[in-house]
């Protein structure tokens, strides 16, 4: 190992300054009690900022539509989770060893992906998909001066914006919004996304701090919701008069924004699970309902997991049982790639599991380890078409002053590469989303040819028109056609609809219909027209947008 020189660790990152960890933990579960409740958008509602109304409209927002047939699914791993001890670097195996003698696995505990890494035995279930081609790794993951709160950290990876006064959206959130721009005016009876389990995480929250997606804060919530209509018991509610009231109007609230549990009730109920998924893994328990709902046809496009449990400061081999997580992790993904594999549903479900940071290098006093930087991140499914690591492997010998790894990958290029190449979202409009261009990773065995994203059926098409643009988000169509009822329909790419130039009769000749996109987002989105006069059909793509 280096001899680097290391810096002190910033308050509350590991335990020799105990009230400020204490602080920061608590500071991470301020929001509890509304994950408790499981409320959508619960940020908003508690600070006033929107009336009770808008609760009810806001989570009913516009999916993407029958052609966003590709789903993602993120798996949380709460805590911080020790790459090192997942990955083991069997190219610097002495250095490892020398700075965790007591959690560092031995060889005897490992199994080989390849000749440099190696993940423990408890995490065996993984390895039919790393031989199988349905697994890679991204390594080093991270951002420059990584944030080691769990709190501020946990914000940034999930908005995507290592700004902390600028993180209060999420990514997801952003694509879906700039694909469905009208998506509050036009909702639609199937949650954009669904999350399980966890804190209330801002990957879904708006530009208005509008949770997208349904929320259900455990399983047992869920599996109430699916076998009965209704999340929660508005009956046995506390003893407390103002107390009791005020927790049955939350519930009632709650009961009724899930209410588009119909079309997830519909799902569950038109699929079954076809894989084992063991008992007491509270992951695989939350993914065994992601794949009923997948495979019973919700068009939902989003879904997130958590599992607890990654803070791993004390006894990390034992009390902190850092192998019994990876086992769960394991196992758990595993049924899942099976029972979606089953249900001929694999090839369209990109799985990946993320964390707020990494952990230190070196093991600390309690046999455990500290909070650190750069991770490694999971990507499960058979669209990845092979298995193999990618980015910079993490180097021992060049720690950053405070003992830290480097980051090789910056977190927002791997988003970048999932949302232009999963998502099939144009490039232009990535970066919109990101708010800046970062690099695309190299292939990661996933792409945009195999799936077609939006398929429209065309007449055989003898309408002659064009598509103009007139600069600063003016659009006309120019059409020659003979008289008679016209009409002119505008989707995005994933088949929303945003806009109707053209609905009525029009005369004989030549017609130029104006229209504008200026409302739009984003500059340049890929869009779909279809134009329809007397029994013909045409249709075209465009870049659209405010410009």
Known sequence: MSSNKKQ?????????????????????????????????????VASGMLPVASLFAAPLTAAL???????LVLIRLKGGNDGLNTFVPLYQYGDYAAVRPTLGHSTNDLLNLNENFAVPTAMQSVQPLWTGGKMRVVNSVGYPDHNLSHFTSSDIMASGSADTADNSDGWLARYFVSQNPDYIQNPC?????????????????????????????NVEQLTTLLETGSAFDNVNAPDDCYHGEQVVFL???????????????????SSETQADYGTGNNLAEQLKLVARLIKGGLETQFYLVTLDGFDTHVSQNGGGNHLGLLEQVSTAVAAFNEDLAAGDREQYVLSMTYSEFGRRVEENGFSGTDHGTAMPVMLFGSALAGSDFHGTAPDLNALDETGNLQFGTDFRSLYATVLQDWLCLDAAAVDEV?????????????SCNTVPVFDIPVAPVRLQHRMVS???????????????????????????RIGTPADGHFLGGRQEIDFSLSHLPVARIPLVYTVQHKGQRASGKFFGGRE
């Open 434 to 446: 990101l708010g800046e261009s970062y690099p695309r990773l190299d292939d990661l065995g996933f």
């Open 65 to 71: 539509g029958e052609g966003g047939e590709r789903k």
């Open 470 to 496: 007139r600069g600063g988000g003016q659009y006309k169509i120019i059409l020659d056609l003979p008289g008679g009822h016209l009409k002119i329909e505008l989707f995005t790419i994933g088949g929303m």
């Open 8 to 44: 002190p660790n910033r308050p509350g990152t590991d335990l020799s300054d105990r009230s400020a960890h204490r602080a920061d933990h608590q500071t991470w579960s301020r929001r509890g009690f509304m994950k408790m409740l499981g409320l959508a958008g619960a940020s908003s």
């Open 251 to 269: 519930r009632t609230v709650a009961n009724a924004a899930s209410l588009y549990g119909t079309a997830v009730f519909d799902a569950y109920n």
């Open 189 to 217: 009876p199937f949650p954009p996304a669904v999350k399980i389990g966890g804190p209330t995480s801002v990957v879904f929250n708006d530009s208005n701090s509008i949770d997208i997606s349904a929320n259900y804060s």
